[in-house]
């Protein structure tokens, strides 16, 4: 594989946004409609995938003290000044703004559905209407990818910076050869991943956080391979849960899930502070811990009813800390056998607190796999249920998992929501 190649896929994978990105791209695709309105709408209605509405129903959005897509639909009318921001248009969230969304809500103006027919698992379409004007923005295939915008019928162009789609994303990659790319890329033009695992950390300020806070507590006084593992615990489970809550602590994104990118990057960053690491030790594992999650993440697609954190990320972090530990690509095929043939069946219901669980369990699961794998031998056989007789084959293995084993459990779990919507509801 072309290294070159290899960094603009990685640079492109990588996306700032403030938030969970479900309900950040239903925002951002009422806002470009809006925006192509040119006047404040009087209705507003949003049609969804049923992947995307799972992951927008219960989540915070950040800056409004509330939840779920109708929120998000509300407030994109008034952020239709960002509309060119892209995911980043979060970051734009005033108290001013979410007061006059409100009003959107209680007057009625606003609807959000999904449909099962959508042509694509991630799909958001906007449509915004005053008098006999209308106009309509869909995104479709990545979370900023709006690949139509329409006003009074008429196809209006895209605007570029909310367009753009990661290189090739349809594009899978042998692991191994994505690995040998990534060695030839000089660890200078790689730290722009230190920057954003810093960023991500900084997520991880302990304020309005209760499991933060236990995991916090947990952390104290550990030293060596339990520092790493109650750090990466931390550091994952805390910027997750902010995220999840709706706090406005932007963070990096990773193949378009802001968890995804959290457990990746603060999975590797957490033992690499535990082991003391060199800057460029870290730097080399953060990428290893990326391309590794942006691999098996394409694997899975973008919208999956797999946990992509679980999975993917945590494939990256078992990865990223072998490269810590010294250790050989045996190793760390080893390590990510191991998360695969543990968490492989661990379902996506939907973004919420629960996810930060979900997320330091596996992040400090992985690195304790890494450790495993290199200090102990200690490894998962090859022909053991998922994991398959290479790591190739395992991969194989989950993508079969994820498209034909799991396929009923997406209407399952948005059978169990909307149960919950229900009971929740005065």
Same mark, same amino acid.
């Given at each position: 594989?072309?290294? @070159? ?8 994978? $990588? #996306? ?22 040119? =006047?404040?709408? &009087? ?43 892209? !995911?980043?248009?979060?970051?734009? #969230? ?29 799909? *958001? ?35 570029? &910076? ?35 695992? @810093? ?10 956080? =209760?499991?933060? &806070? ?14 790493? #593992? ?38 590797? !960053? ?28 394409? *694997? ?52 919420? @607190? ?31 249920? #998922? ?13 079969? $998992? ?25």
């Amino acid at each position: 594989m072309d290294s @070159e190649k290899l960094l603009r896929i990685i640079r492109g994978e $990588l #996306v700032e946004t403030t938030g969970c990105t479900d309900p950040g791209a239903i925002v951002l695709a009422v806002a470009v409609a809006t925006q192509a309105l040119g =006047r404040t709408p &009087g209705d507003v209605e949003v049609v969804l995938s049923p992947e995307v509405y799972k992951n927008a129903v219960s989540v915070g959005i950040p800056g409004a003290g509330r939840r779920g897509a109708e929120q998000a639909a509300a407030l994109g009318v008034e952020m239709a000044g960002h509309a060119d921001e892209g !995911l980043a248009i979060m970051n734009r #969230v005033t108290a001013e703004k979410v007061a006059a969304s409100l009003t959107h809500l209680e007057q009625g103006r606003v609807r959000v559905g999904y449909a099962g027919d959508c042509p694509d698992k991630l799909y *958001i379409q906007a449509r915004v209407r005053v008098g006999m004007e209308e106009a309509l923005a869909v995104i479709q295939g990545d979370y900023d990818a709006v690949s139509r915008l329409e006003r009074n019928g008429r196809e209006l162009p895209l605007t570029p &910076g909310v367009s753009a789609t990661p290189e090739a994303l349809a594009e899978t990659f042998d692991i191994e050869e994505a690995l040998d790319a990534l060695e030839r890329i000089p660890v200078d033009e790689l730290e722009f991943l230190l920057r954003a695992a @810093e960023m991500n950390k900084a997520a991880t300020d302990l304020k309005d956080l =209760r499991f933060g &806070g236990a995991l916090a507590g947990m952390a104290e006084g550990l030293t060596g391979r339990h520092a790493c #593992v109650a750090l990466g615990k931390l550091y994952t489970g805390a910027a997750v849960e902010a995220r999840m809550c709706g706090l406005v602590r932007p963070i990096t994104a990773i193949a378009g899930s802001g968890n995804i990118g959290i457990i990746a990057l603060l999975g590797v !960053l957490g033992a690499g502070e535990g082991l003391e690491a060199s800057r460029e030790k870290l730097i080399r594992a953060l990428a290893v811990s990326t391309v590794v999650t942006i691999t098996v993440k394409r *694997i899975l697609t973008r919208m999956t009813n797999v946990c992509g954190c679980t999975v993917a990320g945590a494939s990256g972090v078992a990865a990223g800390t072998v490269s810590l530990l010294g250790g050989s690509r045996a190793r760390m095929d080893e390590a990510i056998q191991a998360v695969l043939g543990a968490f492989s069946g661990v379902v996506c219901d939907g973004a919420k @607190e629960s996810c930060a669980y979900k997320a330091s369990a596996t992040a400090g699961s992985a690195i304790e796999y890494a450790f495993f794998a290199v200090g102990d031998g200690v490894a998962i056989p090859p022909g053991m249920g #998922v994991v398959g007789s290479t790591l190739a084959q395992t991969l194989a293995n989950l993508g079969k $998992l994820n498209e034909q084993g799991m396929r009923e459990v997406g209407s399952c779990i948005l059978e169990i929501i909307k149960t919950n919507q229900k009971e929740r509801r005065p």
